[in-house]
């Protein structure tokens, strides 16, 4: 397949890159850090995004190798900003069946020397569904250097409730579709709210995602979120565009 072929060669063609994207914290109004988004500027297709290759990158076998320079390059990156901000970083379930995640986080730290709790690990629940010793194993491991865990997409998968007290995560993230129908949806805003409520139970920072409009940053906020992130804020970006964009914020 010509796109495998590509992909092969992406990385050492220095076609992938990463775009961030704020995250704000209580009120909307401070930038507390970015989400790094990967994607491929191709000679002829142009920039694809992540969902049109991160699965044929694990199908392939390519995503150790990728996943790798995401966490060195994203670290890189945050070691420009100012301290305490952070970067959070995707990761597929194929990084920690390769076994070596732990020592390439290790890693990206220390060649950035960025302060391990500047960095977040967003994961989803379909990495807890293998309930493997192994994976619980990795995360343990990855939260002792200090870095933070978050549960990315949450709501969209089976039995999220009862990966919450599998392993001790430090965040939840809404996953942006219970956000879009929020105001259509009585149901959806009490889901929302509810989930919200358990966060301070369980002492999660809770982040909506793909907060569009002011309205809906207002019922989040009413409801009593952590953070924030989404177009009302700021659009994936790329990296030379981020010192223009925290100027303007402050
Ligand atoms: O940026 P965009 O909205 O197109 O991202 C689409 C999806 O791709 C998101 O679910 C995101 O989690 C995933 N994604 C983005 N960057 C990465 C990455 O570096 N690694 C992995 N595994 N997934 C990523
Ligand atoms: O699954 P994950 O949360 O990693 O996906 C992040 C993706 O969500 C990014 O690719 C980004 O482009 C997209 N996204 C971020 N904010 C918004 C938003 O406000 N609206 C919509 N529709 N998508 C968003
Ligand atoms: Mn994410
Ligand atoms: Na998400």
Known sequence: RELEMDLREALENDELKLFFQPLMGRDGSQITGFEALLRWQHPRRGLVAPNEFVECAEQ???????????LAEA??????????????VNLSPHQFAS?????????????????PSRLELEITEGLLLQDSATTLDQLAQLKKLGVKIAMDDFGTGYSSLSYLWRFPFDKIKID????????DNAAIADILRTIALLGQTLNL?????????????????????????GFLYG????????????????
């Not at 392939?60 to 995401?70: C, F």
């Not at 942006?176 to 105001?183: G, H, I, K, L």
């Not at 659009?235 to 402050?250: E, K, W, Y």
């Open 99 to 115: 076994g070596d995640l732990v020592a390439q986080v290790r890693k990206a730290l220390k060649a950035a020397r960025l302060a």
């Open 205 to 229: 920072e809770v982040t909506a995602e793909g907060v569009e409009t002011a309205d809906q940053a207002k019922l989040l906020s009413e409801m009593r979120c952590d953070h924030f992130q």
């Open 235 to 250: 659009r994936p970006m790329p990296v030379g565009d981020i010192p223009s964009f925290l100027m303007a914020a402050t």
């Open 75 to 88: 670290c890189r990156t945050a070691a420009t900003w100012p301290s305490p901000m952070t970067v959070a």
């Open 176 to 183: 942006r579709s219970f956000v879009a129908e929020m105001q």
């Open 60 to 70: 392939w076998g390519l995503i150790g190798k990728i996943g790798e320079w995401v």
